[in-house]
């Protein structure tokens, strides 16, 4: 199993890090099967398995639940679960309180915050307390009305600046990697470089130490609607949806059930019960 140390080591020898996302049983037996390093227990679930059109409505409950279920498919892989919109807001105690559920009860190895200032006190307080702590900066889909919509971040000199300033902040927190997402890669490479903690980019170029994708998106299984940072291996939708069809067909068709899915036993024993 991954750890803080061992995630150092893979960034100073240039080893990339591999990080997926998982929901469930399933996407979680594929992740772990897959090698990958890390598994994210993204709160993206909201968009990709619970139909939102943002981060926003999902609660603690619902990453609990779908953490547990990750946790059961990967047992040996590094999972990171998402504090969800405003459980660690409100003040430092709600924060703590709501990270002690979430890292005890989904048995995650590590919790993930987006943001930084206020949130850094948070980060300091959830890593003294014994909760590893990775960091998200650049889009922050929670802050997504704040933020003006989904967006690259860091454009320009000055907002490029206050990132890689906050970058700097989150690791100083101790906060064990960073997340950067959507930011133009030649400020990622910069801000890659000059921290220690790993950074694990989505849309933010090939000099991260790392790369994260939505499980749904590599699958392409959900919504056809992907942003261009994604690279899709597979049509799952096309391949899945022609298999359903099928089996819809053969039903209409009654090429299904066939004498293999099918039980018997001795018609003369229903004689009595038919009457
Ligand atoms: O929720 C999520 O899937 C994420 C990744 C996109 C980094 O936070
Ligand atoms: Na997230």
């Not at 922050?140 to 907002?159: H, I």
């Amino acid at each position: 199993m991954l750890n803080r140390t061992k995630l150092l080591t893979m960034k100073e020898k240039k080893e990339k890090i591999a990080m997926i996302t998982a929901y469930d049983y399933p996407s979680a037996l594929m992740a772990e099967k897959s090698g990958a390093d890390m598994i994210l227990v993204g709160d993206s679930l909201g968009n990709v398995v619970l139909g939102y059109d943002s981060t926003i409505p999902v609660t603690l409950d619902d990453m609990i639940h779908h953490g547990k279920a990750v946790r059961r498919g990967a047992p040996d892989t590094y999972m990171v679960v998402d504090m969800p919109f405003m459980t660690y807001h409100v003040s430092v105690e709600d924060a703590l309180l709501n990270a002690r559920r979430l890292y005890q009860e989904t048995r995650a190895e590590a919790l993930k915050v987006e943001g930084s200032g206020e949130v850094l006190e948070v980060v300091s307080r959830m890593t003294q307390a014994g909760i590893p702590v990775v960091g998200h900066l650049g889009l922050t889909p929670q802050s997504v009305n704040v933020l003006g919509g989904y967006r690259v971040q860091g454009k320009d000199k000055q907002t490029a600046k206050t990132l890689l300033d906050e970058a700097k902040a989150v690791e100083a927190a101790g906060a064990i990697a960073l997340v950067m997402e959507c930011v133009p890669r030649q400020l990622a490479a910069v801000i890659s470089e000059k921290l220690e903690i790993p950074v694990i980019g989505i849309g933010a170029g090939k000099e991260c130490d790392g790369q994260v994708l939505v499980y749904h998106d590599i699958l392409q299984y959900g919504s056809d609607k992907l942003p261009k940072f994604v690279k899709t291996y597979i049509d799952s939708n096309h391949l899945l949806g022609e298999a359903v069809e099928s089996y819809v067909k053969d039903v209409k068709s009654e090429a299904f059930p066939e004498e293999q899915h099918t039980f018997t036993m001795d018609p003369s024993l229903l004689e009595d019960i038919e009457g």
